[in-house]
C-alpha cells in the first residue's frame, strides 16, 4: 500500500511540481489548499484545475479567521509600532503546517510536503530533525522555516530541495504538459492585491499612524514624518524630504514617535539583539560561544557570527557588521547548512 502524503497545494508551479515528484517516488498525493480571504474564487479555482489535471483529491478549507487574528493582526500591530514584520513567518508555524497536519491525521496521511526550496535531514546521533538549505542558493527558503518543531518537522518532506534552479521546477511542468507551467511567482504578501500597498491596506482596515518629527541622530528636527506606519529601517526612497543629500531611515521610535535619518554607514552594526526565540529540537545553550551562521534578513547571506545568552533575549556578534538588521524581522541560526533556531529582532 502506498503511504499517504498530505502536499499543501496552491496552484502554482512550485506546489505542483512537488506533486509530481511525490508521485513519482510512489506517494498517495493529496492536496491542500487553504483560503486566507476566505472568497479567493480565482485561488480555489486554480487549485482545483492543477489538482484535477494531476489526478488528485483537493481538500479545501477557509482559514480567514484564524488567518486574519493571528497575522493579519499581527503584521497590522507591528507595522504601526514601528517594526516590519514578516508574516510568513507567523503564518508557516501557527497556520499553514499546523492545518497540514491536522488535516494529515484526518486523512491518515503519515507524511506533510510542500513546494519550498530547503530539504529536511535527520540527526542520526539526536535523531533530531532539520529544515536545511536547498541545492538552490537563490530560492533557498529555509529561512521561512525557523520555528517549525519536530512534530511537522519529522513528517515533513521538501520534494524540490535537490533542484538547482526554478528552471528545473518549469521544465518538469512543461514535460507534464500542465497549464500552470509558466505561472508566474507569487507576491511577497499573498493576502494584499498586487495593486494595493502594506500601508494603504494597513489603514484602510482603521489602523492610524499619526504625524510626526524626522530628527537627526543628535535629536535635531528635520521635517515631519507621516506616520512611521510608513517607513521602515534603512530607507531611502519615499521620504518626502529633502536634505540636499542622500538620508536613510536608521531609527524608529514607537514611544516618541519620531524617525531618524541618517548616512548609510549608520545603519551597519555587528550586534544584533533578538527576543522571542526558538531553537529546533536543541537547547541555544549548547551553541553559546561558538561559531555559528546567521542572516538578518531572507534576502542575506549567511555569515560567520558567535551569540551568548541574555536573559530571554540573544545577543549575536557578526565577525561582519550587518547593514539595518530590522526590529519585527528574524535573525535566523544555522550550524553548517542546517537551521538550529531564530528570533524576532529588537
Known sequence: MKEKVLLGLSGGVDSTAAALLLAEKGYEVTGYYFDVAGNNETGRQEAAEVANQLGIELIVEDVSSDFSEVVIGNFCREYTRGRTPNPCIICNPNIKFKRLIDHADRIGAKYIATGHYCKISKDPASGI??????????????????????????????????????????????????????????????????????????????????????????????????????????????????????????????????????????????????????????????????????????????????????????????EKSQRAPTPGQSIVFYDGDRVIGGGFIE
Request: aromatic letters at 12%; a negative charge; hydrophobic letters at 30%.
Open 129 to 318: 530533525f532539520y529544515v536545511t538549505q536547498a541545492e538552490n542558493d537563490e530560492k533557498d527558503q529555509s529561512y521561512m522555516l525557523y520555528r517549525l518543531g519536530q512534530d511537522v518537522l519529522s513528517r515533513l518532506i521538501f520534494p524540490l530541495g535537490e533542484f538547482s534552479s526554478k528552471e528545473e521546477t518549469r521544465t518538469l511542468a512543461r514535460d507534464n504538459k500542465l497549464t500552470n507551467s509558466e505561472k508566474k511567482d507569487s507576491q511577497e504578501i499573498c493576502f494584499i492585491e498586487q495593486e494595493s500597498n502594506y500601508v494603504n491596506y494597513i489603514e484602510g482596515l482603521g489602523y492610524e499612524s499619526r504625524p510626526g518629527d524626522f530628527i537627526d541622530k543628535e535629536g535635531n528636527p528635520l521635517g515631519q514624518h507621516k506616520g512611521i506606519v510608513n517607513y521602515t529601517l534603512g530607507q531611502r526612497k519615499g521620504l518626502g524630504i529633502a536634505l540636499g543629500k542622500p538620508a536613510f531611515v536608521t531609527h524608529i521610535d514607537f514611544d516618541k514617535n519620531t524617525v531618524t535619518l541618517g548616512n548609510n554607514e549608520d545603519l551597519f552594526t555587528d550586534k544584533v539583539i533578538s527576543k522571542g526565540n526558538f531553537f529546533t529540537g536543541d537547547n541555544a545553550a549548547d551553541f553559546k560561544g561558538k561559531e555559528i551562521y546567521a542572516k538578518v534578513r531572507y534576502s542575506a547571506k549567511c555569515e560567520k557570527a558567535t551569540f551568548m545568552l541574555a536573559g530571554d533575549k540573544i545577543i549575536t556578534t557578526f
